[in-house]
T-cell receptor, first 109, second 115 residues
Framework: GQSLEQPSEVTAVEGAIVQINCTYQ??????LSWYQQHDGGAPTFLSY????GLEETGRFSSFLSRSDSYGYLLLQELQMKDSASYFC??????????FGTGTKLQVIP | DTAVSQTPKYLVTQMGNDKSIKCEQN?????MYWYKQDSKKFLKIMFS???????INETVPNRFSPKSPDKAHLNLHINSLELGDSAVYFC??????????????FGNGTRLTVT
C-alpha cells in the first residue's frame, strides 16, 4: 500500500520561506506531486517530481529524494494568500493517486 | 467553462435517505474519480473509472454505488445515508495515459451533511 506523512500544521511569517515535508512508503514509485487547497475550495495541482532534485515554479519549489523516500515543498516570499492546506500525493497502479495527510499552512503578518 | 463540475454543491439530508451527486468533465480525460474528504481533511480515494470501466473500488460500503454512463460523466449514488457519511465529496478527472505527471483536476466539491 501507500502511505504519506506530513506535519499537520505549519505557521510562518509573511515574506519568509517555509518548507513542508513529506515522507512516503509506497509499493512502486512513479513520482511525487503537490496540491494546494484553500478552505472551502478544491485541491489544485502545484508541481510534480519524477526525478531527484529541485523543481522550481515561481515562488514555489519542490524537492525529491527517492533514496530517502522524502520530498518537500518550498514556498518563498510568503504571502497571506498562501495560507492553505498542502498535500503531497503519489500516483500508483491502476491510475490510483494517494494523498498525504495534509499540512495546514498559516501565514501571519 | 468549468472543467470539472459537480452538483449539488451542498446536500443536507436525514439519516436513511438516498441521494445522488453528479459529475461532468469537459477535459476529454479518460479517468474519473470520487474522493472523500473528512473533517480532518484526509483525502481518501473511493472509486476510479477509466473509459466507463470501474478500475478502483477502495473498500467502500455497498451503499455507495458509482455509475459512469460515458467517459465524461461519473455519478455517485448513496443509499441509506448514515451520520458518518457527512463529508465533502470531490469528483476529479485525469488524463489516463499521461503517466505520473498527469495531474488530477478536481470539481468544487459537494458538502454532504447527514442529520
Amino acid at each position: 500500500g501507500q502511505s504519506l506523512e506530513q506535519p499537520s500544521e505549519v505557521t510562518a511569517v509573511e515574506g519568509a520561506i517555509v518548507q513542508i515535508n513529506c515522507t512516503y512508503q509506497t509499493s512502486g514509485f512513479y513520482g511525487l506531486s503537490w496540491y494546494q487547497q484553500h478552505d472551502g475550495g478544491a485541491p489544485t495541482f502545484l508541481s510534480y517530481n519524477a526525478l531527484d532534485g529541485l523543481e522550481e515554479t515561481g515562488r514555489f519549489s519542490s524537492f525529491l529524494s527517492r533514496s530517502d523516500s522524502y520530498g518537500y515543498l518550498l514556498l518563498q516570499e510568503l504571502q497571506m494568500k498562501d495560507s492553505a492546506s498542502y498535500f503531497c500525493a503519489v500516483p500508483g497502479g491502476y491510475q490510483k493517486v494517494t494523498f498525504g495527510t495534509g499540512t495546514k499552512l498559516q501565514v501571519i503578518p | 467553462d468549468t472543467a470539472v463540475s459537480q452538483t449539488p454543491k451542498y446536500l443536507v439530508t436525514q439519516m436513511g435517505n438516498d441521494k445522488s451527486i453528479k459529475c461532468e468533465q469537459n477535459l476529454g480525460h479518460d479517468t474519473m474519480y470520487w474522493y472523500k474528504q473528512d473533517s480532518k481533511k484526509f483525502l481518501k480515494i473511493m472509486f476510479s473509472y477509466n473509459n466507463k470501466e470501474l478500475i478502483i473500488n477502495e473498500t467502500v460500503p455497498n451503499r455507495f454505488s458509482p455509475k459512469s454512463p460515458d467517459k465524461a460523466h461519473l455519478n455517485l449514488h448513496i443509499n441509506s445515508l448514515e451520520l458518518g457519511d457527512s463529508a465533502v465529496y470531490f469528483c476529479a478527472s485525469r488524463r489516463g495515459t499521461g503517466g505520473g505527471n498527469s495531474p488530477l483536476h478536481f470539481g468544487n466539491g459537494t458538502r454532504l451533511t447527514v442529520t
